[in-house]
């Protein structure tokens, strides 16, 4: 088998899951005696039915494990796993069109350890709830999303997710897989969908990032310390210093410097003082050149964001982090 897509699944129903299955059999031009699907339930009691699994043109295996979280569930798929190459998908998106699969396996016929792409998210008008609007996610290391890797590589080199993270775990995860390789290849044609779901508290929580921000701290926190783990000190030095410059300026974002949400900045400052103390001295060593590549990406991202203009250099933030906490 050339393909397996492996998909962890909590409280997502039949109804839920169906489009992803669906999107699947239909695609064009592969062979689906060569894909397959490996769903394994994360310890809920809702369980997908054997009739609806059985009716796909392509091989479903329904497997159900103790609950661990999300990270430990594509773990699972991924030990149940057989296929030379594997994607991760959620339970409640689908492939963006018809001719998905045939794009990785054109890219599967040359050969890779990772293959990125673009994909599609489906959201909602901020300011009309009821439109739908279609964005195009740039190639990435933050999300799951449209990103197939060959899984033997993924076996040479022990990489897999962490089952301690269940919050912005994904991030752990490709930069891991992303920075191990260099047989990368990345397309700018999306095939996934990233669908929008009303029930996704990270779709729909204006103060999600406020809410989790400490998460990607500790998923950030797990990769440096990985790094280090495997002597890929200039990997550590990146990782460190891209995650302190992004908490600088992500504090200076409007919505952090709003008096109703100054409880989540004070709890992020003072987690971020921890971290800040942990790698300080692998930010310090990190090239001068590759720190100011790192400011420049970022400082773009943010901009691109809606920050403006810093309100506190970035000596001043780091002394008030130390002092205040």
Not at 112 to 138: G, M, Q, V, W
Not at 246 to 263: G, S
Not at 282 to 299: F, L, N, P, R, S
Request: charge should be negative; glycine fraction near 2%; aromatic fraction near 14%.
């Amino acid at each position: 088998m050339k393909l397996q897509i492996l998909i962890p699944q909590y409280k997502e129903t039949d109804d839920v899951v169906k489009p992803l299955l669906d999107s699947i059999a239909i695609q064009q031009s592969v062979d689906l005696n060569e894909v397959g699907v490996i769903i394994t339930n994360d310890g809920s009691d809702v369980k997908l039915t054997e009739d609806f699994l059985n009716s796909y043109p392509f091989k479903v295996e329904y497997y159900q494990n103790k609950h661990e979280g999300v990270s430990a569930t594509r773990n699972y798929c991924l030990d149940k796993s057989t296929a030379d190459y594997v994607m991760f998908c959620d339970a409640d998106d689908m492939f963006y069109h018809v001719c998905g699969l045939y794009i990785i396996f054109r890219e599967m016929n040359v050969g890779f350890d990772a293959l990125i792409s673009a994909f599609l998210e489906e959201t909602r008008n901020p300011e009309n709830k009821e439109e739908i609007l279609y964005i195009t996610r740039e190639m990435d290391s933050t999300f799951v999303h449209g990103k197939v890797y060959r899984r033997q590589y993924l076996l040479d080199n022990n990489i897999r997710f962490n089952p301690k993270l269940t919050i912005h775990e994904d991030s752990y995860f490709n930069c891991l897989a992303q920075k191990m390789t260099l047989n990368a290849k990345y397309s700018q044609l999306p095939f996934y969908l990233w669908k929008w779901r009303d029930e996704s508290v990270c779709r729909h929580d204006p103060k999600y990032i406020l809410k989790t921000y400490n998460n990607m701290l500790d998923s950030n926190t797990a990769l440096v310390q990985e790094f280090i783990k495997r002597r890929r000190i200039t990997d550590a030095q990146f990782y460190a210093t891209a995650m302190i410059y992004d908490a600088y300026f992500t504090m200076n974002k409007d919505e952090w410097i709003n008096q109703e949400n100054i409880e989540y900045r004070r709890a992020t400052e003072k987690r971020f003082k921890q971290y800040y103390i942990t790698f300080k001295e692998y930010y310090e060593t990190v090239d001068k050149q590759v720190k100011a590549q790192i400011v420049m990406g970022i400082k773009n991202r943010m901009f691109q964001e809606g920050l403006l203009m810093e309100t506190i250099t970035f000596d001043n933030w780091i002394q008030h982090v130390i002092t205040e906490y």
